[in-house]
Protein backbone atom coordinates (compact mmCIF):
# COMPACT_ATOMS: atom_id res chain seq x y z
CA UNK A 1 0.00 0.00 0.00
CA UNK A 2 1.59 3.36 -0.90
CA UNK A 3 1.48 6.23 1.66
CA UNK A 4 -0.46 8.47 -0.48
CA UNK A 5 -2.17 8.17 -3.95
CA UNK A 6 -1.35 11.33 -5.64
CA UNK A 7 -3.72 12.66 -7.99
CA UNK A 8 -3.92 16.06 -10.31
CA UNK A 9 -7.04 16.85 -7.91
CA UNK A 10 -6.07 15.17 -4.34
CA UNK A 11 -3.97 13.45 -2.27
CA UNK A 12 -5.52 10.32 -0.30
CA UNK A 13 -4.36 8.01 1.74
CA UNK A 14 -5.95 4.08 2.63
CA UNK A 15 -5.29 2.84 6.13
CA UNK A 16 -3.27 -0.22 5.58
CA UNK A 17 -4.77 -1.57 8.63
CA UNK A 18 -8.24 -1.30 8.41
CA UNK A 19 -8.86 -0.98 4.33
CA UNK A 20 -10.55 3.21 5.32
CA UNK A 21 -9.92 5.86 3.19
CA UNK A 22 -8.34 7.98 6.16
CA UNK A 23 -7.31 11.32 4.59
CA UNK A 24 -8.25 13.59 0.97
CA UNK A 25 -6.81 16.37 1.18
CA UNK A 26 -7.56 18.52 -2.44
CA UNK A 27 -5.14 20.44 -3.94
CA UNK A 28 -3.23 22.96 -4.48
CA UNK A 29 -3.93 23.88 -0.86
CA UNK A 30 -3.84 20.95 0.91
CA UNK A 31 -6.91 21.32 3.00
CA UNK A 32 -8.13 18.11 4.90
CA UNK A 33 -11.31 17.42 3.62
CA UNK A 34 -12.22 13.89 6.23
CA UNK A 35 -12.37 14.26 9.83
CA UNK A 36 -12.24 10.51 9.94
CA UNK A 37 -11.98 7.10 8.39
CA UNK A 38 -14.46 7.06 5.75
CA UNK A 39 -15.76 4.19 3.47
CA UNK A 40 -16.12 2.50 6.93
CA UNK A 41 -18.99 -0.41 6.58
CA UNK A 42 -21.18 -0.21 9.54
CA UNK A 43 -23.92 -2.97 10.19
CA UNK A 44 -26.72 -1.82 12.66
CA UNK A 45 -29.54 -3.01 13.77
CA UNK A 46 -33.25 -2.10 12.11
CA UNK A 47 -35.60 0.06 14.55
CA UNK A 48 -38.59 1.59 14.50
CA UNK A 49 -42.66 1.16 14.35
CA UNK A 50 -44.39 0.30 11.29
CA UNK A 51 -43.07 -2.06 8.73
CA UNK A 52 -39.35 -2.18 8.01
CA UNK A 53 -39.62 -2.07 4.49
CA UNK A 54 -41.59 1.61 4.86
CA UNK A 55 -40.31 2.66 8.42
CA UNK A 56 -36.94 2.91 10.73
CA UNK A 57 -35.72 4.96 12.98
CA UNK A 58 -32.50 7.25 12.44
CA UNK A 59 -28.89 6.47 13.18
CA UNK A 60 -29.15 8.03 16.91
CA UNK A 61 -31.32 5.00 17.66
CA UNK A 62 -30.31 2.16 15.94
CA UNK A 63 -27.69 -0.55 17.74
CA UNK A 64 -24.51 -1.05 15.93
CA UNK A 65 -23.93 -4.38 15.14
CA UNK A 66 -20.41 -4.41 13.12
CA UNK A 67 -18.04 -2.20 11.34
CA UNK A 68 -15.26 -3.01 8.70
CA UNK A 69 -12.80 -1.52 10.96
CA UNK A 70 -13.10 -4.81 13.11
CA UNK A 71 -11.97 -6.81 10.91
CA UNK A 72 -8.58 -7.50 9.13
CA UNK A 73 -8.44 -6.46 5.06
CA UNK A 74 -6.48 -7.77 2.35
CA UNK A 75 -5.58 -4.90 0.09
CA UNK A 76 -4.23 -5.49 -3.76
CA UNK A 77 -3.42 -2.12 -5.27
CA UNK A 78 -3.17 -2.03 -8.94
CA UNK A 79 -2.13 1.30 -11.22
CA UNK A 80 -2.80 1.38 -15.16
CA UNK A 81 -2.80 5.06 -17.03
CA UNK A 82 -6.14 5.89 -16.25
CA UNK A 83 -6.35 5.24 -12.60
CA UNK A 84 -5.02 3.23 -8.98
CA UNK A 85 -7.45 1.34 -7.91
CA UNK A 86 -7.83 -0.34 -4.36
CA UNK A 87 -8.88 -3.34 -3.82
CA UNK A 88 -10.13 -4.31 0.23
CA UNK A 89 -11.34 -7.67 1.22
CA UNK A 90 -11.96 -8.59 4.51
CA UNK A 91 -14.89 -10.37 6.86
CA UNK A 92 -18.10 -8.59 7.89
CA UNK A 93 -20.93 -9.16 9.94
CA UNK A 94 -22.42 -12.65 11.12
CA UNK A 95 -18.76 -14.38 9.15
CA UNK A 96 -19.93 -12.85 5.86
CA UNK A 97 -17.36 -11.46 3.46
CA UNK A 98 -17.26 -7.78 1.98
CA UNK A 99 -15.26 -6.47 -0.88
CA UNK A 100 -14.86 -2.63 -1.20
CA UNK A 101 -13.60 -1.48 -4.12
CA UNK A 102 -11.77 2.06 -4.15
CA UNK A 103 -10.73 4.23 -7.91
CA UNK A 104 -8.89 6.92 -8.23
CA UNK A 105 -8.08 8.60 -11.22
CA UNK A 106 -5.21 10.57 -12.17
CA UNK A 107 -7.41 12.89 -14.32
CA UNK A 108 -10.56 13.86 -12.67
CA UNK A 109 -12.01 14.48 -9.16
CA UNK A 110 -14.29 11.80 -8.71
CA UNK A 111 -13.41 8.88 -6.54
CA UNK A 112 -15.38 5.62 -7.54
CA UNK A 113 -16.34 2.89 -5.05
CA UNK A 114 -17.95 -0.44 -5.70
CA UNK A 115 -19.04 -2.50 -2.72
CA UNK A 116 -19.92 -6.28 -2.66
CA UNK A 117 -22.15 -7.54 0.58
CA UNK A 118 -23.52 -11.38 1.06
CA UNK A 119 -26.26 -12.90 3.01
CA UNK A 120 -27.26 -9.45 4.91
CA UNK A 121 -29.08 -11.09 8.31
CA UNK A 122 -32.73 -10.03 8.03
CA UNK A 123 -33.88 -6.99 9.69
CA UNK A 124 -29.80 -5.13 9.09
CA UNK A 125 -28.90 -1.80 7.95
CA UNK A 126 -25.74 -1.30 6.16
CA UNK A 127 -24.52 2.38 5.74
CA UNK A 128 -20.98 3.75 4.52
CA UNK A 129 -19.66 6.48 6.97
CA UNK A 130 -18.19 9.32 5.24
CA UNK A 131 -16.79 11.58 8.17
CA UNK A 132 -16.25 15.68 6.98
CA UNK A 133 -13.84 18.10 8.45
CA UNK A 134 -16.14 20.17 10.17
CA UNK A 135 -20.36 20.08 10.62
CA UNK A 136 -21.48 21.27 7.30
CA UNK A 137 -22.73 24.93 6.86
CA UNK A 138 -25.33 24.06 3.79
CA UNK A 139 -26.15 20.73 2.39
CA UNK A 140 -28.06 20.88 -1.13
CA UNK A 141 -29.44 17.54 -2.58
CA UNK A 142 -30.61 16.39 -5.52
CA UNK A 143 -34.28 15.82 -6.49
CA UNK A 144 -35.98 15.05 -9.73
CA UNK A 145 -35.57 18.02 -12.00
CA UNK A 146 -33.96 20.10 -9.14
CA UNK A 147 -32.16 19.77 -6.26
CA UNK A 148 -33.18 21.58 -1.92
CA UNK A 149 -30.69 23.33 -0.15
CA UNK A 150 -30.85 23.48 3.59
CA UNK A 151 -28.90 24.74 6.65
CA UNK A 152 -26.90 22.54 9.06
CA UNK A 153 -24.24 23.99 11.11
CA UNK A 154 -26.14 27.42 12.07
CA UNK A 155 -29.94 28.21 11.10
CA UNK A 156 -30.64 30.20 8.40
CA UNK A 157 -34.41 30.90 8.17
CA UNK A 158 -33.62 32.11 4.18
CA UNK A 159 -32.81 28.23 3.47
CA UNK A 160 -36.22 26.14 3.60
CA UNK A 161 -34.57 22.73 2.42
CA UNK A 162 -35.47 19.79 4.79
CA UNK A 163 -31.51 18.08 6.41
CA UNK A 164 -32.32 16.55 9.40
CA UNK A 165 -33.16 12.39 9.87
CA UNK A 166 -33.04 10.24 6.83
CA UNK A 167 -33.70 12.10 3.40
CA UNK A 168 -34.42 10.49 -0.56
CA UNK A 169 -31.71 11.41 -2.58
CA UNK A 170 -31.50 11.49 -6.03
CA UNK A 171 -27.99 10.79 -7.68
CA UNK A 172 -26.28 13.56 -5.58
CA UNK A 173 -25.51 15.41 -2.21
CA UNK A 174 -23.22 17.89 -1.81
CA UNK A 175 -21.92 19.23 1.86
CA UNK A 176 -20.58 23.00 1.54
CA UNK A 177 -17.93 23.15 4.47
CA UNK A 178 -17.46 26.15 6.25
CA UNK A 179 -15.29 28.32 4.72
CA UNK A 180 -16.36 26.87 1.20
CA UNK A 181 -15.23 23.79 -0.84
CA UNK A 182 -17.16 20.86 0.23
CA UNK A 183 -17.72 17.17 -0.39
CA UNK A 184 -20.51 15.93 -2.30
CA UNK A 185 -21.70 11.72 -2.64
CA UNK A 186 -23.30 10.50 -5.82
CA UNK A 187 -24.96 7.40 -6.33
CA UNK A 188 -26.16 4.70 -8.68
CA UNK A 189 -29.63 3.98 -7.33
CA UNK A 190 -28.93 4.14 -3.46
CA UNK A 191 -31.43 6.85 -2.34
CA UNK A 192 -30.89 7.08 1.71
CA UNK A 193 -28.76 9.82 3.05
CA UNK A 194 -28.12 10.73 7.03
CA UNK A 195 -26.17 12.94 8.61
CA UNK A 196 -25.18 13.46 12.35
CA UNK A 197 -22.94 16.12 13.21
CA UNK A 198 -20.17 15.89 11.00
CA UNK A 199 -20.59 12.30 10.08
CA UNK A 200 -23.04 11.46 6.40
CA UNK A 201 -23.70 8.15 5.39
CA UNK A 202 -24.77 6.72 2.37
CA UNK A 203 -27.22 3.86 2.94
CA UNK A 204 -26.61 1.13 1.15
CA UNK A 205 -29.01 -1.92 2.29
CA UNK A 206 -31.97 -2.29 4.38
CA UNK A 207 -32.39 -6.01 5.03
CA UNK A 208 -35.94 -7.36 5.17
CA UNK A 209 -36.88 -10.79 4.67
CA UNK A 210 -40.83 -9.78 4.46
CA UNK A 211 -43.01 -7.01 3.30
CA UNK A 212 -45.85 -7.08 4.90
CA UNK A 213 -45.89 -10.13 6.18
CA UNK A 214 -45.35 -11.49 2.59
CA UNK A 215 -41.72 -13.07 1.65
CA UNK A 216 -40.17 -10.47 -0.59
CA UNK A 217 -36.86 -11.49 -2.82
CA UNK A 218 -36.23 -8.18 -3.66
CA UNK A 219 -35.75 -6.56 -0.38
CA UNK A 220 -34.58 -9.32 0.99
CA UNK A 221 -30.15 -9.11 2.21
CA UNK A 222 -29.91 -12.91 0.82
CA UNK A 223 -27.48 -13.39 -1.65
CA UNK A 224 -24.70 -10.91 -3.56
CA UNK A 225 -25.58 -7.32 -3.89
CA UNK A 226 -23.18 -4.73 -5.58
CA UNK A 227 -23.39 -0.71 -4.46
CA UNK A 228 -22.09 1.50 -6.02
CA UNK A 229 -21.93 5.48 -5.18
CA UNK A 230 -18.98 8.16 -5.42
CA UNK A 231 -17.37 11.13 -3.74
CA UNK A 232 -16.01 14.52 -5.21
CA UNK A 233 -13.64 16.91 -3.17
CA UNK A 234 -14.08 20.20 -4.17
CA UNK A 235 -12.11 23.45 -3.11
CA UNK A 236 -14.28 25.69 -4.96
CA UNK A 237 -18.03 26.30 -4.47
CA UNK A 238 -20.53 23.21 -5.77
CA UNK A 239 -21.67 25.45 -8.83
CA UNK A 240 -17.85 25.93 -10.32
CA UNK A 241 -17.37 22.17 -9.18
CA UNK A 242 -20.72 21.28 -11.57
CA UNK A 243 -21.65 18.62 -8.97
CA UNK A 244 -24.90 17.85 -10.87
CA UNK A 245 -23.61 17.62 -14.10
CA UNK A 246 -20.60 15.31 -12.53
CA UNK A 247 -23.72 13.18 -10.73
CA UNK A 248 -25.15 12.78 -14.19
CA UNK A 249 -22.21 11.63 -15.70
CA UNK A 250 -21.61 9.26 -12.95
CA UNK A 251 -25.12 7.71 -13.96
CA UNK A 252 -23.96 7.47 -17.33
CA UNK A 253 -21.08 5.11 -17.53
CA UNK A 254 -19.46 4.67 -20.94
CA UNK A 255 -20.31 1.67 -22.45
CA UNK A 256 -17.57 -0.78 -24.20
CA UNK A 257 -18.50 -2.15 -27.12
CA UNK A 258 -15.93 -4.82 -29.26
CA UNK A 259 -16.08 -5.09 -32.91
CA UNK A 260 -17.17 -1.49 -33.97
CA UNK A 261 -15.09 0.73 -35.88
CA UNK A 262 -13.64 4.09 -34.45
CA UNK A 263 -14.79 7.69 -35.47
CA UNK A 264 -14.27 11.22 -35.02
CA UNK A 265 -15.73 12.21 -31.77
CA UNK A 266 -19.14 14.11 -32.56
CA UNK A 267 -21.52 15.96 -30.16
CA UNK A 268 -25.34 15.98 -30.69
CA UNK A 269 -26.67 18.37 -28.53
CA UNK A 270 -24.44 21.22 -26.41
CA UNK A 271 -25.36 23.56 -23.93
CA UNK A 272 -24.12 25.72 -21.50
CA UNK A 273 -23.19 24.49 -18.20
CA UNK A 274 -26.17 26.34 -15.62
CA UNK A 275 -28.59 23.56 -17.82
CA UNK A 276 -28.41 19.65 -18.56
CA UNK A 277 -30.49 18.13 -20.79
CA UNK A 278 -32.68 15.00 -18.88
CA UNK A 279 -34.57 13.92 -22.19
CA UNK A 280 -33.51 14.13 -25.82
CA UNK A 281 -36.30 12.36 -27.92
CA UNK A 282 -38.07 12.00 -30.96
CA UNK A 283 -42.22 12.77 -31.02
CA UNK A 284 -43.43 13.17 -34.61
CA UNK A 285 -42.25 15.89 -36.45
CA UNK A 286 -39.92 16.92 -33.96
CA UNK A 287 -37.36 16.34 -31.87
CA UNK A 288 -38.20 17.27 -28.09
CA UNK A 289 -35.44 18.34 -25.92
CA UNK A 290 -36.13 18.32 -21.91
CA UNK A 291 -33.40 20.64 -19.59
CA UNK A 292 -33.60 21.93 -15.99
CA UNK A 293 -31.70 24.70 -15.18
CA UNK A 294 -28.99 23.17 -12.50
CA UNK A 295 -27.49 25.54 -10.62
CA UNK A 296 -30.39 27.44 -8.96
CA UNK A 297 -29.63 31.27 -10.70
CA UNK A 298 -31.51 33.38 -13.02
CA UNK A 299 -29.36 33.32 -16.39
CA UNK A 300 -29.26 32.66 -19.94
CA UNK A 301 -29.08 29.18 -21.21
CA UNK A 302 -27.38 28.00 -24.69
CA UNK A 303 -28.18 25.01 -26.79
CA UNK A 304 -26.89 24.10 -29.93
CA UNK A 305 -28.29 21.03 -31.80
CA UNK A 306 -26.12 19.64 -34.00
CA UNK A 307 -28.68 17.41 -35.75
CA UNK A 308 -30.66 18.46 -39.09
CA UNK A 309 -33.66 20.83 -38.22
CA UNK A 310 -35.70 23.68 -39.65
CA UNK A 311 -36.50 26.01 -36.44
CA UNK A 312 -37.39 25.62 -32.62
CA UNK A 313 -39.78 26.81 -30.39
CA UNK A 314 -40.43 27.04 -26.47
CA UNK A 315 -43.22 25.30 -25.36
CA UNK A 316 -44.70 23.40 -22.30
CA UNK A 317 -44.10 20.26 -20.91
CA UNK A 318 -46.63 18.48 -23.89
CA UNK A 319 -45.53 20.48 -26.64
CA UNK A 320 -47.86 22.92 -26.75
CA UNK A 321 -47.96 26.86 -26.84
CA UNK A 322 -45.05 27.08 -28.61
CA UNK A 323 -43.17 30.08 -28.51
CA UNK A 324 -40.64 30.44 -31.43
CA UNK A 325 -36.56 30.82 -30.47
CA UNK A 326 -34.22 32.80 -32.84
CA UNK A 327 -31.10 30.88 -34.13
CA UNK A 328 -29.67 28.24 -35.19
CA UNK A 329 -28.14 25.85 -34.44
CA UNK A 330 -27.22 27.90 -31.73
CA UNK A 331 -30.18 28.83 -28.87
CA UNK A 332 -30.16 31.36 -26.54
CA UNK A 333 -32.98 31.98 -23.69
CA UNK A 334 -33.55 33.22 -20.26
CA UNK A 335 -34.21 30.91 -17.40
CA UNK A 336 -35.31 31.25 -14.07
CA UNK A 337 -34.04 29.10 -10.84
CA UNK A 338 -34.13 25.43 -11.28
CA UNK A 339 -37.06 25.89 -14.40
CA UNK A 340 -37.82 22.62 -16.59
CA UNK A 341 -37.37 23.76 -20.34
CA UNK A 342 -38.98 21.96 -22.67
CA UNK A 343 -37.61 22.86 -26.50
CA UNK A 344 -39.18 21.64 -30.07
CA UNK A 345 -37.03 21.13 -33.01
CA UNK A 346 -39.33 20.87 -36.26
CA UNK A 347 -37.66 18.29 -38.84
CA UNK A 348 -38.56 17.59 -42.49
CA UNK A 349 -39.69 13.84 -41.68
CA UNK A 350 -41.75 12.65 -38.92
CA UNK A 351 -41.30 9.51 -36.73
CA UNK A 352 -44.53 7.10 -36.23
CA UNK A 353 -46.46 8.22 -33.36
CA UNK A 354 -46.07 6.16 -30.08
CA UNK A 355 -49.05 3.78 -29.31
CA UNK A 356 -50.71 4.00 -26.28
CA UNK A 357 -50.97 1.21 -23.45
CA UNK A 358 -54.46 0.17 -23.48
CA UNK A 359 -54.27 -2.94 -21.94
CA UNK A 360 -52.08 -5.23 -19.46
CA UNK A 361 -52.83 -8.22 -20.80
CA UNK A 362 -50.23 -9.11 -22.80
CA UNK A 363 -47.21 -8.33 -19.68
CA UNK A 364 -49.33 -10.06 -17.23
CA UNK A 365 -48.43 -13.86 -16.48
CA UNK A 366 -50.88 -16.79 -18.49
CA UNK A 367 -51.44 -18.08 -14.77
CA UNK A 368 -52.70 -14.63 -13.30
CA UNK A 369 -54.62 -13.34 -16.13
CA UNK A 370 -57.70 -14.84 -14.71
CA UNK A 371 -57.09 -12.26 -11.90
CA UNK A 372 -56.60 -9.58 -13.65
CA UNK A 373 -59.91 -9.60 -14.96
CA UNK A 374 -61.48 -10.65 -11.37
CA UNK A 375 -62.70 -6.94 -10.72
CA UNK A 376 -64.05 -6.77 -7.26
CA UNK A 377 -65.95 -3.50 -6.95
CA UNK A 378 -66.58 -4.35 -3.36
CA UNK A 379 -62.76 -4.12 -2.32
CA UNK A 380 -60.97 -1.17 -2.10
CA UNK A 381 -57.64 -0.71 -0.73
CA UNK A 382 -54.62 -2.10 0.11
CA UNK A 383 -54.42 -6.00 -0.36
CA UNK A 384 -54.32 -8.28 2.76
CA UNK A 385 -51.67 -8.30 4.39
CA UNK A 386 -49.84 -11.54 5.32
CA UNK A 387 -48.96 -13.43 8.74
Not at 230 to 253: D, F, M, Q, T
Not at 292 to 314: K, W
Not at 326 to 354: C, D, E, H, N
Request: glycine share 10%.
Amino acid sequence: MPPAIETQYYSAQVDPATGALVSLKTKPSGREMLGGPANVLVAEKRMGQGDPGDFMDPRPKRPRLASSSEFKPEITVMEGPIAVTVDVRSGFLGGTRARRLMRFYKGHPRIDFETELNDIPNLTVVVAEFPLAAPPAEIRRGLPFGFTHGAWARPNPELHGWVKGINPVVRWIDYELPGGGGVAILDRGLTGREINDKTPVIYLYNATDEYYGYPNAWLSGKGYHKLEYALVAHEAGWAAASIPRLAWEYNCPVTAVEGCAVTAPRSFLRTSENVIAEVVRRDGPDIEVRLVECLGRAATAEVTLDLPHERAAMTDLVGQNARPLKGGPAYSFPVRPQQIVTLRFRTAAPVAGVQPLTEWDNLVPMGKRAALHDHRKDRKGHPPRGK
